[in-house]
C-alpha cells in the first residue's frame, strides 16, 4: 500500500514543485560558471599544446656581425654549414625585407638598409630540426658554426615562450582548481536544500513512517525532486555558458593571434561541456539521497 501511495501520490504526501524556489537558478550559475571555466581550461590547454607542437624543433640562429659585409658573408656560410649537418628537416634564410617589416612598428622603416645606419639588424636562419631542439642539437649546431660565423648565437625557439607557456600552465590549474571548488559549492547547497526540505516536510515524514514506508522510498522523492531542479537548472546553465563561449570565441579569432587560434575548442571538448550538467544532476541526485538518508537516521 505504502508503495503504491508512494508511486502514484507522492507528489502529494511531500510536495515537488519543478523549477521553483532559488535552487534550479543556484545551479544554472554554478553550471554556467564551471562550464565557462573548463572551456578555458581546454582553450589554454589546446594553445599550449599546439604551440609547442609547431615550435618544438625549430631553432633560430642570428648573425650578430655589426658590419652588413661580413654579416652576409658569414651568413652564406652559416647556411652551407647547416645543408651539411644531421637531423635538419628544413632551413631558410630570412630575406631583410621580412626582418625590415618586423621591426618596422618599433624602429620605423629601412633601419636594415641605411648606410651608415646605427642600429644594425641582425641576420636572422630559420631552422627546422627532425626532433626536439635539445641541448646536444644546439651544441652541435654551434660548434659546426663556430669557425665561420664566430658572431652567430643560437637559440631554440622553444626558449622564447617557456614563461608564456609557463604562465598558460598555471591559468590553466587555476581554471582545474575553480572547476572542483564549483563542483563543491553545488555539492553544499544541495546539502542545504535537502536538509530544508526534509525539516518543512517533518511532519509528513513521520506519518509516512507509521504508514510503514521506509527510509529509501522518502529519499527517493527528495532525490527525483532535486533532480529535476538540477536538470533543468544545469540546462539553462550550460546554455548560457555556451553563449558566453560562443561570443568569446568571435572576439578573440578577430585578434588573428596564433596562440588564440590554436586554442580553439575541438569536438571532443564540445562533448566534454555538454557531460557537465548531466555530472552536476548525478552530483546533486546522489548528495540529495545521502543527505536524506543520513538526516532521517538521526531524526528517527
Known amino acids: 500500500m505504502v508503495r503504491r501511495l508512494f508511486n502514484a501520490r507522492g507528489a502529494e504526501l511531500i510536495p515537488q514543485a519543478r523549477m521553483s524556489g532559488p535552487m534550479p537558478w543556484v545551479i544554472a550559475i554554478m553550471v554556467a560558471m564551471t562550464v565557462i571555466a573548463l572551456a578555458a581550461g581546454l582553450a589554454l590547454g589546446n594553445a599550449v599544446s599546439s604551440a609547442k607542437a609547431e615550435i618544438e624543433g625549430g631553432v633560430t640562429i642570428q648573425i650578430l656581425e655589426p658590419r652588413a659585409d661580413m654579416r652576409a658573408e658569414q651568413a652564406r656560410r652559416a647556411v652551407d654549414s647547416i645543408k651539411m649537418l644531421p637531423g635538419i628537416s628544413g632551413f631558410r634564410l630570412v630575406p631583410q625585407a621580412e626582418l625590415d617589416a618586423l621591426i618596422e612598428p618599433w624602429l620605423g622603416t629601412g633601419i636594415g638598409t641605411a648606410t651608415g645606419s646605427a642600429i ?59 572547476v572542483a571548488l564549483l563542483a563543491l559549492a553545488l555539492t553544499a547547497a544541495v546539502l542545504l536544500a535537502a536538509r530544508t526540505a526534509l525539516g518543512a516536510n517533518r511532519d509528513t515524514i513521520e506519518i509516512v513512517h507509521l504508514l510503514g514506508g521506509t527510509d529509501t522510498q522518502v529519499a527517493r522523492v527528495f532525490q527525483r525532486s532535486i533532480g529535476y531542479d538540477a536538470a533543468g537548472g544545469g540546462t539553462v546553465g550550460l546554455a548560457l555558458a555556451l553563449v558566453v563561449i560562443l561570443s568569446l570565441g568571435r572576439r578573440f579569432a578577430g585578434l588573428g593571434a596564433g596562440l588564440v587560434d590554436n586554442g580553439a575548442l575541438n569536438w571532443s571538448d564540445w562533448l566534454l561541456l555538454a557531460v557537465v550538467p548531466v555530472l552536476a544532476t548525478l552530483l546533486a541526485m546522489i548528495t540529495a539521497r545521502l543527505t536524506v538518508l543520513h538526516a532521517l537516521r538521526k531524526m528517527l
Open 120 to 178: 644594425p639588424v641582425p641576420a636572422l636562419i630559420d631552422v627546422r630540426l627532425k626532433g626536439p631542439a635539445t641541448p646536444k642539437a644546439l651544441s652541435t649546431i654551434e660548434t659546426a658554426l663556430k669557425p665561420i660565423a664566430p658572431s652567430a648565437r643560437v637559440d631554440a625557439q622553444s626558449n622564447w615562450l617557456k614563461p608564456v607557456f609557463d604562465a598558460m600552465v598555471s591559468l590553466q590549474l587555476l581554471a582545474i582548481a575553480l
